[in-house]
Each structure stands twice: as C-alpha cells, then as structure tokens.
C-alpha cells in the first residue's frame, strides 16, 4: 500500500486556502460595489475569476460567505490594532496614537474594504448571532484605549466614537487627514487620563 508524497496534499490545502482566499476578498469588493444584496454565488465567483461551483464548494450559503467576509475584514482591523497595542514604543517618537490616526486613514483609503466592512456590521446589527466578531472587534478597540485611560465612561466614548469618525470620513466631501484623525484621538483620549 502506497501512502500519498506529502507535498500534494500540502499543495491541494494551499491551492484550497488561495481559492477561499479569492473568494473572500472577492466578495469584499461585490459587497463594496453592490452592497451585501448583489453578492451571490455567480458575482462573487466571476468577481474572484472562479467556477461558481468554487463558492458552494468553500461555503454552504451565500449567508455564510459574507459572515466569513465580515469576519476576515474585522480580524485583519483587530490584528492591526492589536500590533499597534502591543509595539513598543517608536524611538522616532512617534506614538501610539500617531499609529492609530495613520491606521484610521489607511482604512479609509481603502474605500471597498471599509464600506464592506460597514455594509456587513449592519448585518450583524440584525443577526445577533453574527455579533461575536463585532464584539471582539469593540474589545480591541476598548484594550487600544486602556493604554490611555483607565475612565471607563473614556473607553466607551472612544469605542463609539471610531466607527462613526470612519463613517464620517467616508461620507465626506474632503478627505479626513491623518492629522485630523490624530487630533480627534487625541481630544478622545487625552494624554495622562
């Protein structure tokens, strides 16, 4: 009896963790485009450049693509705070703060992937049970303030008000600056609070 190299199986689970990828990120921007209403099995499988047969394959229902979506985006947003949480301080002086105003700007820059992100939240704004990603998301941002304050009445203003600067921002004619997103961190998290 033969047993199978181990490379192929290797490459079949990269060649399967790519095409969930694709489709992942391909749904992101349907979801951007089109809102959460124009992602089906068919957009986001040409929209990844796949056989609609990928999506059903990778996901038992549309419904389950999008929270996949929606957990991604908000897993990498809550990887890149967590980072910012847990770097040292820069020897170039430049603080966390500083760190999460770029981060803020970067997010908006990235125009489909906060509108996805902002489209999808509104789902779980009806489904409770897709909470627990958006619940995780709102403790990463409740830690990022804890570096600054202990007053929790401060933790809970700054973790309503981030979502609602990055909407703003969105919604804008002009585009937010980094130092627009710094001073109002800094207004919301006070140094030596």
């Given at each position: 009896?033969?047993?199978?190299?181990?490379?192929?199986?290797?490459?079949?689970?990269?060649?399967?963790?790519?095409?969930?990828?694709?489709?992942?990120?391909?749904?992101?921007?349907?979801?951007?485009r089109?809102?959460?209403?124009?992602?089906?099995?068919?957009?986001?499988?040409?929209?990844?450049?796949?056989?609609?047969?990928?999506?059903?394959?990778?996901?038992?229902?549309?419904?389950?693509?999008?929270?996949?979506?929606?957990?991604?985006?908000?897993?990498?947003?809550?990887?890149?705070?967590?980072?910012?949480?847990?770097?040292p301080?820069?020897?170039?002086?430049?603080?966390?703060?500083?760190?999460?105003?770029?981060f803020?700007?970067?997010?908006?820059?990235?125009?489909?992937?906060?509108?996805?992100?902002?489209?999808?939240?509104?789902?779980?704004?009806?489904?409770p049970?897709l909470?627990?990603?958006?619940?995780?998301w709102?403790?990463?941002?409740?830690?990022?303030?804890?570096?600054?304050?202990?007053?929790?009445?401060?933790i809970?203003?700054?973790?309503?008000?981030?979502?609602?600067?990055?909407?703003?921002?969105?919604?804008?004619?002009?585009?937010?600056?980094?130092?627009?997103?710094?001073?109002?961190?800094?207004?919301?998290?006070?140094?030596?609070?």
């Amino acid at each position: 009896m033969s047993i199978p190299d181990e490379p192929i199986t290797d490459r079949r689970k990269a060649k399967g963790a790519r095409r969930r990828r694709a489709l992942l990120e391909a749904a992101v921007r349907v979801v951007a485009r089109d809102g959460a209403a124009g992602a089906t099995h068919r957009t986001v499988a040409q929209e990844a450049g796949l056989p609609t047969t990928a999506t059903t394959y990778y996901f038992d229902s549309i419904d389950a693509l999008l929270t996949a979506a929606l957990t991604s985006c908000m897993e990498a947003d809550s990887a890149r705070v967590r980072e910012l949480i847990e770097a040292p301080p820069a020897a170039d002086g430049t603080d966390r703060i500083r760190g999460l105003a770029l981060f803020m700007a970067d997010q908006v820059a990235d125009r489909s992937h906060l509108l996805a992100e902002f489209e999808l939240c509104l789902r779980a704004a009806r489904r409770p049970e897709l909470r627990d990603t958006t619940s995780r998301w709102t403790a990463t941002l409740a830690d990022f303030a804890r570096l600054c304050t202990d007053d929790q009445l401060r933790i809970t203003l700054f973790t309503h008000a981030y979502d609602g600067l990055l909407l703003k921002a969105l919604l804008g004619d002009e585009p937010t600056t980094v130092a627009d997103f710094e001073a109002m961190l800094r207004e919301l998290l006070p140094a030596g609070q």
